[in-house]
């Protein structure tokens, strides 16, 4: 019996995940979840799921899910704060950790399940981008497991050998191709995205996603992380990895190989599958997904990105490219201004601009440890605030 801990219980990939837990009573048991704000959903989950912890932001949400548990009888401890975030995803009770958190957040909990030795289902890519190097090193110093979640990235992993060593070159890899579905303005005029609304931007059209990365996918920014992403899974250098927008999400990825050979995954855009190999590895189980159907699908197209409609994908890889903090404050850039897009603060294209700025005025850096990280992470969305501001 696996005990998991899921970190973003009530998001996206927290649902999905506990819907193929819940399918494999006989393998795995919840030992804790945490949420944000959402209290109420995560008193469901807990009366469902029955973990030993909930862990949520504040006292005073804290102080709301006891009583909730309490009308419930339920016997779940509830802690509150980033720390106990860590707490749970590095107890020794824990075997496998679910980072569902979204953005910077989940870092510190992600980076706790790492150093302690778990096997790390990542699926908060902003954590890997944000910390690149140091996230890599705690896991091979203490010997954890990493798993990825992500769509593209788990395919990449399936179509990798078993033995994979983060070599590239030693195992016959040409290059890395993600796939993008090129998302909800793929074939609108550049012009008209000057007055898209954040209920059209996040209205992705293959996947059920949160709104902070549904709109990355309109801009292509969440390409663009992915690129930064499959660098640290994968040890494979910018030039070795292809973005092809492939709008049916159909392919989930492939990796090119120097025989000629393309190994591609396919599957229902569903994430239940990604989640469902992670928790299974390398077994397989049942995840609750239709099989794929090809005759339905009919056709599958592909087409190149265009960086002029895309901007943030070329920031993307510009940003890997200079390496050192230039991902860091990409990506903090890109929430501070995704965020604002979404309270109506900015227009759409504006998102590019305010990160285009942001990239320009700071100087870049090493980041040796996690506090220079979030060091770096605060400056940079304090600068993005300022130029939104004005
Ligand atoms: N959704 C998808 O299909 C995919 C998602 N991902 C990645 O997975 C991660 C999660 O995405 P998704 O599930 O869509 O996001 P959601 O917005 O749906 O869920 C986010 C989760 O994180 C919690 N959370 C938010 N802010 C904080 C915080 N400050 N501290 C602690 N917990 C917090 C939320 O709690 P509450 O509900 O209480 O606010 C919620 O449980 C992201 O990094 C995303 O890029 C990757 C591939 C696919
Ligand atoms: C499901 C998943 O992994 C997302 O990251 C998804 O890939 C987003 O779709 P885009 O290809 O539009 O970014
Ligand atoms: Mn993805």
Redesign the pocket.
Same mark, same amino acid.
């Given at each position: 019996m696996q005990k998991i801990c899921v970190?973003? !219980?009530?998001?996206?990939?927290?649902v !999905?995940t506990l819907d193929v837990i819940a399918r494999h009573p006989e393998l795995y048991a919840v030992f804790a979840l945490?949420?944000?704000?959402?209290?109420r $959903?995560?008193a469901e989950q807990c009366a469902q799921f029955n973990p030993s912890f909930a862990v949520?932001?504040t006292a005073l949400a804290a102080t709301e899910l006891q009583l909730l548990l309490r009308e419930k009888n339920i016997t779940t401890e509830v802690l509150y704060g980033?720390q106990a975030?860590c707490e749970v995803a590095s107890a020794t009770e824990c075997d496998a950790v679910m980072a569902?958190?979204?953005?910077a957040?989940?870092l510190p909990a992600s980076l706790a399940a790492a150093h302690a030795g778990k096997k790390v289902l990542l699926?908060? $890519?902003?954590?890997l981008v944000m910390s690149g190097q140091l996230f890599i090193d705690a896991i091979q110093a203490s010997g954890a497991t990493l798993l990825p979640?992500? !769509?593209e990235h788990n395919a990449i992993f399936q179509c990798l050998p078993q033995a994979y060593d983060r070599r590239p070159q030693q195992h016959g890899v040409h290059k890395i191709i993600l796939t993008a579905s090129g998302g909800p303005f793929l074939n609108r005029t550049l012009d008209s995205l000057d007055n898209v609304t954040p209920n059209e931007a996040v209205a992705h059209p293959n996947?059920?996603?949160?709104? $902070?990365? !549904?709109v990355?996918s309109a801009t292509m920014m969440?390409k663009g992380?992915e690129v930064i992403e499959a660098h640290w899974l994968f040890n494979a250098p910018a030039e070795q990895i292809e973005v092809l927008i492939h709008p049916q999400s159909v392919i989930h990825s492939m990796v090119s190989y120097l025989d000629g050979s393309v190994l591609a995954q396919m599957g229902n855009p569903d994430?239940r599958t990604p989640i469902a190999y992670g928790l299974a590895y390398p077994k397989r189980i049942n995840s609750g997904v239709a099989p794929l159907d090809l005759a339905k699908v009919m056709q599958l197209n592909f087409i190149a990105p265009d960086f002029k409609r895309f901007p943030c994908l070329e920031l993307a890889y510009a940003a890997l490219k200079t390496g050192r903090s230039a991902p860091t404050i990409l990506n903090a850039s890109n929430e501070i201004a995704v965020q604002a897009f979404l309270d109506g603060k900015i227009g759409f294209r504006m998102i590019d601009q305010v990160i285009a700025r942001v990239m320009d005025k700071l100087s870049i850096r090493e980041l040796s440890d996690i506090d220079a990280i979030f060091e770096c992470d605060q400056e940079a969305r304090a600068l993005s605030l300022e130029i939104i501001r004005t």
């Amino acid at each position: 019996m696996q005990k998991i801990c899921v970190l973003g !219980s009530t998001g996206s990939i927290g649902v !999905s995940t506990l819907d193929v837990i819940a399918r494999h009573p006989e393998l795995y048991a919840v030992f804790a979840l945490t949420a944000h704000t959402q209290v109420r $959903k995560l008193a469901e989950q807990c009366a469902q799921f029955n973990p030993s912890f909930a862990v949520v932001g504040t006292a005073l949400a804290a102080t709301e899910l006891q009583l909730l548990l309490r009308e419930k009888n339920i016997t779940t401890e509830v802690l509150y704060g980033p720390q106990a975030l860590c707490e749970v995803a590095s107890a020794t009770e824990c075997d496998a950790v679910m980072a569902a958190i979204v953005g910077a957040a989940g870092l510190p909990a992600s980076l706790a399940a790492a150093h302690a030795g778990k096997k790390v289902l990542l699926a908060n $890519k902003e954590a890997l981008v944000m910390s690149g190097q140091l996230f890599i090193d705690a896991i091979q110093a203490s010997g954890a497991t990493l798993l990825p979640i992500d !769509s593209e990235h788990n395919a990449i992993f399936q179509c990798l050998p078993q033995a994979y060593d983060r070599r590239p070159q030693q195992h016959g890899v040409h290059k890395i191709i993600l796939t993008a579905s090129g998302g909800p303005f793929l074939n609108r005029t550049l012009d008209s995205l000057d007055n898209v609304t954040p209920n059209e931007a996040v209205a992705h059209p293959n996947w059920v996603m949160g709104r $902070k990365i !549904s709109v990355d996918s309109a801009t292509m920014m969440n390409k663009g992380l992915e690129v930064i992403e499959a660098h640290w899974l994968f040890n494979a250098p910018a030039e070795q990895i292809e973005v092809l927008i492939h709008p049916q999400s159909v392919i989930h990825s492939m990796v090119s190989y120097l025989d000629g050979s393309v190994l591609a995954q396919m599957g229902n855009p569903d994430m239940r599958t990604p989640i469902a190999y992670g928790l299974a590895y390398p077994k397989r189980i049942n995840s609750g997904v239709a099989p794929l159907d090809l005759a339905k699908v009919m056709q599958l197209n592909f087409i190149a990105p265009d960086f002029k409609r895309f901007p943030c994908l070329e920031l993307a890889y510009a940003a890997l490219k200079t390496g050192r903090s230039a991902p860091t404050i990409l990506n903090a850039s890109n929430e501070i201004a995704v965020q604002a897009f979404l309270d109506g603060k900015i227009g759409f294209r504006m998102i590019d601009q305010v990160i285009a700025r942001v990239m320009d005025k700071l100087s870049i850096r090493e980041l040796s440890d996690i506090d220079a990280i979030f060091e770096c992470d605060q400056e940079a969305r304090a600068l993005s605030l300022e130029i939104i501001r004005t």
